[in-house]
């Protein structure tokens, strides 16, 4: 079989990314060296940074101060405790000792958000969810988020799957969170988006939301063991844009790094990537610039 | 669109069980009042007893027993010790116990499977199901295991497929065991499989077995919660045979229940299945008797 067109990206501008990737995984789907059995042809990518805009807060944490916030105003008594009291603060140090998952922080962050949703259906969530979709804009962009997604990316999903590829997104994130936007915004099935989610119980014919994290958060050696427990073996492909992305992109027999250095179209930062762009050059993962690599970043 | 013809139930006799599924699938797939959002087009079914034989015990837990015989034979003190001693004597009291899920039973097993198989990696643990697969053979068909897959079920697979439902399998049995043989036995990807399971570490690039079972067993309610983790929505349709597939069954939109009622060509029993037969008939499930809705069982 003759390898399939790459009409998929055209986003992309030629370099050296775009041939590694187009290298890779259509090699990955000729028979040859780089053959890789359709069953084992799993691509697997991290969410905020990767697929869509992560500053100046990723989405979900907007969307979970947002919850949190209206929580405490419907009941003052939360207004005086952490998290309720920093976020409604806008604590820098609160944020910062979040994103940098410092244990207190997210342990109070947990518990706030399991007081939230504890017991709630998942329609009850998915609708709440979907509000926000509808009804919040990036302030940065004036856009609503499912429309900050990177061109690129869904070229990229389109592209792989054209190679029979199956793609899987998986985040730290919430997995029922970005379940939602996953058949409208990336059009790949909600069983193959995979990400830090809660327990639920089922009951009386209904489904509920409990208190626990199941199996833990899919960041770091997470990511992973997440991608195992879903997919059964580990990624053919990933991409990634963070520390929290090292192990998964190690993972991989194909790893690619985006790398936020487009001040103008999007935002240029580094801070919490540091180490994966260390072991990209080290371990020779493709860096993928958003600056010069996308034609079109949306 | 038209529905698509229903040439793949050939094993099924033309009666009431094949003319319900036809009407459901056929009718999801057409736009009217059964009509299914593609999205939603779930399938979901049983392992043991659903989709191969389970008499006189199910494969998986044949399998078990004799790892943990040579675990005892190569390791003496073992030996003296339950579930070890009760399986070297071949104890039914034992048995029974795990087929009736006694908690002291079930975790005397549990902890000789993780002392059995912690640290392991994946490829370790399918190296040993594989062989077991080509070696071992059912004593009452003389045929390896993947042969004793019901053919009528893997047609029901097919047809399903041709209407864009998307076929699940979700067990009580081991996640990791049936993903051996969900290739190449069931034609559905390994991230179709959702089962009971343990733990997985990752740390220096490779996945490693833990010892804890990872959001409980699949068995009962814990059925419909693994296919929500794992979907992201309940089943549309949901096939099974026994009383710990009720709440998966209820939970779908259309259910089948098979009967073993054909001691002739399979075995004819109704142990664990009595509670399973009575909410069928209450709720309106579709009842699959081997006897007289399957012209060939294999």
Redesign the interface.
């Known amino acids: 079989m003759l390898p399939r067109v790459a009409d998929h990206l055209e986003s992309w501008r030629d370099g050296d990314a775009r041939r590694s990737i187009e290298g890779f995984v259509q090699g990955a789907a000729t028979q040859g060296d780089g053959f890789i059995e359709p069953?084992d042809r799993?691509a697997v990518f991290d969410n905020d940074g990767t697929l869509w805009v992560e500053q100046p807060l990723p989405v979900q944490l907007d969307f979970i101060f947002r919850a949190l916030t209206q929580a405490a105003q419907a009941e003052s008594s939360l207004a005086e405790k952490d998290p309720y009291k920093a976020i409604l603060a806008q604590d820098p140090d609160f944020f910062a000792a979040v994103s940098q998952q410092q244990p207190d922080a997210i342990r109070a962050l947990e518990e706030a958000l399991a007081r939230t949703w504890l017991g709630k259906t998942?329609e009850e969530f998915e609708e709440q969810v979907a509000a926000y979709f509808r009804e919040v804009k990036s302030e940065h962009f004036g856009k609503p988020y499912p429309e900050l997604v990177y061109k690129p990316m869904l070229e990229l999903f389109e592209f792989l799957a054209a190679n029979d590829f199956?793609v899987f997104v998986c985040s730290g994130g919430g997995?029922?969170f970005m379940?939602v936007i996953?058949?409208p915004a990336w059009n790949i099935?909600?069983?193959?988006?995979i990400g830090s989610?809660p327990?639920?119980?089922?009951?009386d014919?209904v489904?509920k939301r409990g208190d626990q994290v199941?199996?833990g958060l899919a960041l770091g050696?997470?990511?992973?063991?997440h991608i195992?427990?879903?997919?059964?073996?580990?990624p053919a492909f990933a991409g990634g844009n963070a520390d929290v992305d090292i192990?998964m992109l190690?993972?991989a027999a194909f790893a690619m790094l985006v790398v936020h250095d487009d001040a103008d179209r999007e935002f240029a930062y580094t801070k919490a990537a540091e180490k994966s762009v260390a072991a990209a050059k080290d371990q020779g993962w493709t860096l993928v610039s958003v600056k010069d690599d996308w034609k079109t970043v949306f």
């Open positions: 069953a799993i998942p199956r997995r029922d379940r996953a058949e099935p909600r069983e193959h988006v989610a327990t639920y119980s089922y009951e014919g489904i199941l199996g050696s997470g990511k992973p063991e195992f427990a879903a997919a059964g073996r580990l192990e190690e993972s």
